[in-house]
């Protein structure tokens, strides 16, 4: 109620604008811009209040117009006279506007700002006879002059009321239409311009008025300092995407083009509210981009590239919709300068994912550095992938460049063991780290022409895995006469199984232990291999025969002791 009321009080006064009202210059100093005072507008009868709170002014009309020419300057004000008060009367008005500046004497003040000129009016009961003074030849006589010191007696000055904010803010959007409420309940209809105008002539009363009128101003008319401009993309950028039509959220009914919002910013016909909107949208549906390309992305980060560029990438344009194209075709466009450093770092997330990123030159050892398959032809199963992979296949594959970082762990994990993988100069003895076989003609596989001799041979040559050689020992142990390499005592070693090797993998073959014609000596165990079986298959069953003899050897040994 109480704003209600206010604005009523200053819509008649700026709409009914029929009665002799106060006016008041502003603050009568050297103002900080020392920029001439905008101009007033008056109506003959109103009363023009100049007071000033520190500095020595005074206030003088010049019917020159100039600072310089004092020629018929007429005092409004001593030194003293502080405030001072001037009622225009009917000589000074036109219905066309009659100009009377009003300037400071003293020293330079005027040169420095202390300069206004008033626009004054005849009244609308001015006959139309009546002849308004030219300010060339008719100055304001004597008798058209008061002065007085009197101080108003309360409230505050009713001095101009920057409805911006400040001095330095005036209304981008001039023509936009405010509405303000009437005393009928109704709302009256002012452009920011008028609103802006009644309130630097000091039409617009201090405190609330000027309060709440300065709200709704600043709200809608784009408040900004004289000669604000907007680089709505950022400097050294531009729109990518100039025929997108665009609004802004405070705006819906304007339409832009991304181009023309561009251009609006730059000549300074958006507000800075109005910037700010249209800075987020121009990121969002127009594409800024530097006038000569983004900096490089690499999709796959920095020394990185797409492993399958021709797999498929679904991209996030916006919150609706989706692109697939593929890992290529987006990496060629990272480097191409296309992508801004956010965009980048989203699509790295997707790419990380989808594009199987790898080191530049990447290949993989599906052994690991430094080691190798030493059972090339075995096939192996590995969770990613459907079919059956072979062990010398995928190392060769690997070390080609074609299988990721990704698929280079699955393989990894079931190759280390299944593939024995071994380092590059891995040998051993079939009888175990510092042993050796003594029996070197013994046979070693039945059925097979293979010594114990010849069996160390492959181990010290390096062709057995190092899983293969630790499936070798029970046997070797139980047949070779295994004895420490440079020792020539004749203590048996067979409760005394080595330190590592002994302990092949488990469930390796098929026989079952009811099946196992286990020997109670072990050196006759009566195993036929089918014939034109690999050396591998034979040991895969002859190790659980194995397992199952040194068990009940352990059993007897414990029996004895
Ligand atoms: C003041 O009015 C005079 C006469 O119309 C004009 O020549 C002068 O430029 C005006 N000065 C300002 C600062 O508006
Ligand atoms: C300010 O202006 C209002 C409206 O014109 C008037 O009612 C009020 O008395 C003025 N205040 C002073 C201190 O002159
Ligand atoms: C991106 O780079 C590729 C290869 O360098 C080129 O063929 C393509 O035309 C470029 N695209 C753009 C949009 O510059
Ligand atoms: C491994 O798989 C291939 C193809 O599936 C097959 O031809 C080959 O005989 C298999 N090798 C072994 C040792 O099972
Ligand atoms: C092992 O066999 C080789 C050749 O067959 C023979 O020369 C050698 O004497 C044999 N050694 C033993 C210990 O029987």
């Known amino acids: 109620m109480l704003l209600l009321s206010l604005v009523v009080v200053y819509l008649s006064v700026v709409v009914v604008h029929v009665q002799a009202v106060d006016l008041f210059a502003p603050e009568w100093v050297i103002p900080n811009n020392e920029l001439p005072y ?14 000033w709170t520190e500095g020595v002014h005074d206030v003088h009309i010049h019917p020159s117009h100039t600072c310089d020419d004092t020629e018929g300057s007429i005092e409004i004000a001593s030194t003293d006279d502080n405030p001072t008060t001037y009622t225009f009367v009917e000589a000074d008005g036109s219905p066309d506007g009659t100009v009377h500046t009003f300037v400071c004497q003293v020293g330079t003040h005027c040169q420095r700002g202390m300069y206004m000129n008033v626009t004054v009016f005849s009244s609308d009961a001015t006959s139309p006879g009546d002849e308004p003074p030219t300010t060339e030849t008719e100055a304001p006589t ?93 400097t050294n950028f531009q729109v990518t995407n100039p025929d997108v039509e665009v609004t802004l959220p405070s705006d819906p009914d304007t339409i832009y083009t991304c181009a023309e919002l561009e251009a609006a910013g730059d000549v300074g016909a958006l507000s800075p509210g109005q910037c700010i909107e249209a800075e987020s949208i121009i990121q969002s549906d127009c594409g800024c981009a530097p006038i000569g390309g983004f900096a490089a992305c690499s999709i796959c980060g920095d020394g990185r590239e797409s492993f399958r560029p021709e797999a498929e990438i679904t991209l996030d ?31 790295q997330l997707a790419a990380s994912a989808a594009c199987s990123c790898a080191p530049v030159g990447y290949t993989c050892n599906i052994c690991g550095d430094g080691e190798s398959v030493t059972s090339p032809e075995t096939n192996i199963t590995v969770s990613i992938f459907p079919e059956v992979v072979n062990c010398g296949a995928m190392e060769t594959a690997g070390l080609d460049g074609t299988i990721t970082p990704t ?11 299944a593939c024995g993988c071994a380092p590059n100069d891995f040998t051993c003895s079939i009888c175990g780290d510092g042993m050796v076989p003594t029996d070197r003609n013994a046979t070693f596989i039945p059925g097979e022409v293979l010594t114990c001799g010849e069996a160390q041979e492959l181990a010290e040559s390096g062709a057995l895995s190092p899983n293969k050689c630790g499936l070798y020992q029970p046997l070797a142990l139980l047949r070779c006469g295994c004895d420490d390499d440079d020792d020539d005592d004749s203590s048996t070693t067979i409760s005394d199984p080595p330190a590592d090797g002994g302990s092949p993998p488990p469930a390796v073959g098929g026989d079952t232990p009811s099946e196992s014609p286990v020997g109670s000596g072990g050196a006759e165990t009566p195993i036929q291999p089918p014939s034109g079986t690999r050396l591998d298959d034979q040991m895969s069953s002859l190790s659980t025969v194995i397992l199952l003899s040194l068990a009940s050897l352990s059993s007897m040994w414990v029996l004895v002791v």
């Open 407 to 417: 698929e280079c762990a699955a393989i990894g994990s079931v190759a280390a063991v």
């Open 142 to 234: 004597d008798t058209t002059t008061t002065t007085t010191t009197t101080i108003p007696p309360t409230g505050p000055a009713n001095v101009t009321c920057y409805v911006c904010g400040n001095e330095d803010d005036i209304p981008v959007l001039g023509d936009t239409v405010v509405e303000l409420p009437s005393s009928d309940g109704d709302f009256l209809s002012l452009s920011c311009q008028q609103v802006y105008d009644d309130g630097l002539v000091g039409r617009i009363p201090q405190g609330d008025i000027c309060d709440f009128v300065s709200l709704v101003i600043q709200a809608q008319c784009g408040c900004a300092p004289a000669g604000f401009t907007c680089s709505v993309c950022g």
């Open 38 to 51: 905008p101009s007033m507008t008056a109506m003959v009868g109103d009363t023009l209040t100049f007071r």
């Open 317 to 347: 344009d916006d919150a609706t919709t989706t692109t697939s194209t593929t890992c290529g075709d987006v990496q060629d466009l990272g480097f191409n300068g296309t992508f801004s450093p956010a965009r980048c770092v989203e699509l």
